[in-house]
């Protein structure tokens, strides 16, 4: 199947042609769906299906893939970390899987997180404990987490430790998965690990967590989805809570069908060839910055060590931008180009190879020649980024 990058909906709708060397953000449309994807959502669209068998097939997927017990899909890694802990919560009784979440008698309820895992993804990771009825226990610092923060905070209220893996968190100082796990195990307390946006499917089960959650629409490249998987007793669990809470979270066939497809299609990609060709863009954009005034660029691999590098892009004062001033020249290009901007006011941002379609390094590169080259800059090439919250304010004017 060919994709024409410049495909006529977002014309049709009125919404601009970008180009997304930013990453997998949700606030981009979330992924580039395989075409195995695409074909089984399509197919299973006009069929009726029993979802609970739908989802058993899932489950001999996941389980897999994974190397869990079990696993289900649900609409997103968000949602799954909601139905586990509140799993953790109700296990399989039905009437407290609809009490929730604010009737809890008797439901253990306290969720230990490291304080430096408490992250903002796009909302807070902990608010997905806190949809359950849970309460969330921070252990340790932002800096620093020791062993006895996590050992003595467990008490009889202790439902799950929740253990975050993603670039947004603290990345020294905190416990090790291994370290969380063996002290939350020597309590009897089972562990879920939010492993939102990581290549490695079968890892963080192996290294010690009970659940784990990956989103469907990152790196697996399926529709908007979440998968669970682990320990049958937690994903049994979890699952129930289609019957609550997650209702409100509700997963069509559609999305099953689509991010088992996703799944399997990982299974047979071509993951060298996908890397040869990340690394030829990161080398085509080196070559297009090498040697300008004001500008340094260099290939940095991923903070949690997921088989992807990214270029780093220092913007000095000599480029005539700063580089909240350049990433903003980039969004405002034809096309429009969205770099991955989380730490600009550092005077850096990143150029992201994953979600590229064909030839589209050559237009990022093209537009970055052209605005380092103009003679003239534009009225905010030196601005300084501030925290604004104005235009999210104005939706949906
Ligand atoms: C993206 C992300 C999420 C949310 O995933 P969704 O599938 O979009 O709900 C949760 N945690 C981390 C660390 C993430 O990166």
Not at 200 to 215: E, H, K, M, N, P
Not at 247 to 259: C, D, I, P, Q
Request: glycine residues 8%; proline residues 6%; aromatic residues 6%.
């Amino acid at each position: 199947m060919t994709y024409r990058p410049n495909e006529p909906i977002r014309q049709r709708l009125g919404l601009r042609p970008i180009i997304n060397v930013s990453g997998t953000m949700t606030a981009l449309g979330a992924s580039i769906i395989v075409p195995e994807a695409i074909e089984a959502m399509s197919e299973i669209a006009s069929q009726w299906v029993e979802m609970d068998d739908l989802q058993r097939k899932a489950n001999t997927v996941v389980a897999r893939l994974t190397g869990g017990e079990a696993g289900f899909i649900t609409a997103c890694c968000a949602a799954g970390i909601s139905m586990a802990v509140a799993g953790t919560m109700t296990g399989t009784n039905l009437l407290a899987i609809e009490r929730l979440p604010d009737d809890i008698e008797g439901l253990k309820n306290e969720v230990i997180v490291q304080l430096g895992h408490i992250v903002n993804y796009g909302a807070p990771v902990d608010q997905s404990a806190r949809l359950a009825g849970a309460t969330v226990v921070p252990a340790g610092t932002v800096s620093i987490t020791q062993d006895y923060h996590v050992r003595e905070a467990i008490r009889d209220r202790t439902a799950a430790g929740l253990y975050v893996v993603t670039h947004h968190s603290v990345q020294y100082g905190m416990l090790s998965l291994e370290e969380f796990a063996a002290i939350c195990h020597e309590k009897g307390v089972p562990v879920i690990v939010d492993a939102a946006s990581e290549y490695d499917l079968t890892g963080f089960l192996a290294r010690g967590a009970d659940v784990v959650i990956y989103s469907g629409h990152k790196f697996l490249g399926g529709p908007t989805s979440g998968i669970v998987a682990g320990r049958k007793d937690l994903v049994r669990a979890a699952y129930l809570q289609n019957r609550g809470l997650a209702r409100a979270m509700k997963v069509g066939k559609e999305t099953v069908a689509g991010a088992m497809a996703a799944l399997e299609a990982w299974e047979k990609r071509d993951h060298a060839g996908i890397r040869r060709r990340e690394e030829a863009a990161l080398e085509v954009w080196r070559a297009a910055l090498a040697g300008r005034p004001g500008i340094d660029a260099y290939v940095i691999p991923d903070p949690t060590n997921n088989p992807l590098d990214r270029l780093q892009v220092d913007v000095g004062p000599d480029s005539g931008y700063t580089a909240a001033g350049l990433a903003a020249a980039l969004a405002s290009a034809s096309p429009p180009i969205m770099v991955r901007n989380h730490e600009v006011e550092r005077g850096h941002f990143f150029l992201d190879p994953c979600n590229l379609h064909p030839g589209e390094e050559h237009t990022v590169a093209e537009a970055l020649v052209a605005l380092l080259e103009a003679p003239t800059r534009p009225a905010n090439a030196m601005m300084v980024p501030r925290k604004n919250s104005a235009a999210l304010l104005a939706w949906p004017d």
